[in-house]
């Protein structure tokens, strides 16, 4: 019984990875632009951060809160390990339309692309005076999905009788049109939040910045808990 009880003993109840701490709730407020859909993404986007962290390896727990990477060989990144996990989680919880896309352009191994700005470039989202988005300035598009929704049906009135109650969903979820605008509001959202960051210690220009090989050693780790992006298999 001694030793059964000596095991309990041992099991932590609530390890430190359980907690936010005071950094990673400040840096949670930074991501909210692109985060907060409704209370219920915020609440999960926390349990699903937490599930993150429980599953770390002793050495990413090391390093979690500095710039230094698991890796030994490679060189210190800019951003602080939890503040790339968070971000990589924030985009796919609060950027549903354009979150797998993102999250495909950088798993391209062929492709020769650094930081964040080559992803955003490759898929055309380009920064040149404003924001691009498919070749539409960021100025010319709706504000915001429900814009452009209203948009879509008085487009579709001018040909077919649309009841005013019809469900949107069954109305333009297959609809290409709502699709692309639906893409385009998301990234001028992210594309806002990065402009966002000229009044704080990091700029728009350190977020394009952002190495891509800090981005895809995370990438595993918080897509496996995430039911849009196919999981990847750890390196290490």
């Known amino acids: 019984m001694s030793y059964l009880a000596n095991q309990e003993e041992d099991i932590d109840l609530n390890p430190p990875m359980l907690y936010i701490n005071d950094e990673e709730r400040e840096f949670m407020l930074q991501l909210a632009p692109i985060l907060t859909r409704s209370p219920r993404s915020m609440k999960r986007f926390v349990n699903v951060y937490r599930l993150i ?11 979690y809160y500095t710039q230094t990477a698991p890796r030994k060989e490679i ?14 989680l924030a985009v796919i919880t ?21 930081t964040l700005e080559d992803i955003l470039a490759k898929i055309n989202v380009i920064y040149k005076n404003e924001w691009y988005i498919f070749d539409e300035p960021a100025s010319s598009l709706p504000r915001s999905i429900k814009i452009s929704m209203q948009a879509e049906r008085q487009r579709l009135q001018g040909n077919l009788v649309v009841p005013d109650d019809a469900e949107e ?18 990234f001028l959202n992210f594309t806002r939040w ?18 891509i090989r800090q981005i ?12 849009r992006i196919d999981p990847l298999t750890p390196e290490d």
């Not at 297959?174 to 699709?179: I, W």
């Not at 895809?216 to 039911?227: E, I, L, M, Q, T």
């Open 53 to 63: 962290k429980v599953g770390m390896s002793e050495l990413q727990w090391e390093v």
């Open 75 to 88: 060189l210190a990144w800019k951003f602080r390990n939890f503040e790339v996990v968070m971000f990589l």
């Open 94 to 114: 609060g950027l549903p339309t354009i979150s797998k896309l993102f999250f495909q352009t950088f798993r391209l191994a062929q492709e020769n692309l650094r």
């Open 169 to 186: 969903d069954i109305l333009f979820g297959q609809n290409p049109n709502v699709v692309l605008n639906n893409m385009q509001i998301e």
């Open 194 to 211: 990065l402009d966002n960051w000229q009044n704080s210690e990091i700029k728009r220009e350190d977020w394009l910045a952002l190495n």
């Open 216 to 227: 895809k050693y995370w990438d595993p780790y918080v897509s496996r808990y995430s039911f």
